[in-house]
Nanobody
Framework: QVQVVESGGGLVQAGGSLRLSCAAS????????MGWGRQAPGKQRELVAI???????NYADSVKGRFTISRDNAKNTVYLQMNSLKPEDTAVYYC??????????????WGQGTQVTVSS
């Protein structure tokens, strides 16, 4: 099994910044992609940032230019630096990890989520 734990959420004023962290542990030989999704009340979960094993990032249009995803392969950790936060960024942020174990690609493993609240 893979354990995924997020941290770094909180309350911030509009225009402020937060940095989320996510660490994966357990049955992992290697990790392919890692990423962040978010879910606001009454809305479906959406992917906001993905980073490949080679470090190539991709962002949702809604966060492009404001959020930066990065990873530390040695620590099986992914980060999300969020700048210029807006009230519409308020959501529970979830991290996912796509890992390999025993030579097989495993289903995505998701964390429990961390709340981000942006006040206007």
């Amino acid at each position: 099994q893979v354990q995924v734990v997020e941290s770094g959420g909180g309350l911030v004023q509009a225009g402020g910044s937060l940095r989320l962290s996510c660490a994966a542990s357990g049955s992992i030989d290697s990790i392919t992609s890692m990423g962040w999704g978010r879910q606001a009340p009454g809305k479906q979960r959406e992917l906001v940032a993905i980073i490949t094993s080679g470090g190539e990032p991709n962002y949702a249009d809604s966060v492009k230019g404001r959020f930066t995803i990065s990873r530390d392969n040695a620590k099986n950790t992914v980060y999300l630096q969020m700048n210029s936060l807006k009230p519409e960024d308020t959501a529970v942020y979830y991290c996912y990890v796509h890992s390999v174990w025993g030579g097989r690609l495993q289903p995505n493993s998701w964390g429990q989520g961390t709340q981000v609240t942006v006040s206007s």
